[in-house]
């Protein structure tokens, strides 16, 4: 008798992170994860407040497939994206799906705007891509330390590995209050993961 393998579940989200969309989106989006060949690996904690960072993002298919993983698995979860594809005619659906756009020109409003949104939820997961383009960089945005500080958040790390076709739900990160050594360190963590792009990760 063959196994079943299982890509993706609800199970990996506590309830109160998970979301309230319909049975059919949720399962179209699984059906989605299940043909790509793709797998979701380990469980989000059990935790009020939590920023993701995932990485590496080297791909337009990691949007994608985020938001298959996002549906698939109900999770309650606002993610940040540049405010370019937040076009007329497009701005309220990428704000249905989820997002919220990020102006490079003035990221202290980004960080009020994120906080205020965290303030009016009792639970809430926000997800971002630390590299902060698609293009392969030396050093990653820290937006996120401050987020995640201003807002009592956890830092969960989850790591996009195209070799293996997983998603990996990593461990909490906890700041040391030195920004540097953090970034340092989380880098290092993602440097054994290859993206769909391998050579921009």
Known sequence: MIRKIIRISESQIPERLRGSRSKILRKIARFGINISGWTI???VPDEERIVIIAAPHTS???FILAMLAIFGLNIKVRWLGKHSIFKPGFKKFFEWL???PVYRDNPSSLIENVINIVKKERSIVIAMTPEGTRKKVKRWKTGFLR???QTHSKI???SIDAPTKSIEIGNIFNPTGNSEEDL???QKY??????INPQKS
């Open 41 to 43: 690996k380990g469980k």
């Open 60 to 62: 337009n298919w990691d």
């Open 98 to 100: 989820g997002g919220i």
């Open 147 to 149: 987020i995640a500080k």
């Open 156 to 158: 969960l790390l989850i």
């Open 184 to 186: 340092a360190y989380i």
């Open 190 to 195: 993602y440097s054994t993961f290859r993206g």
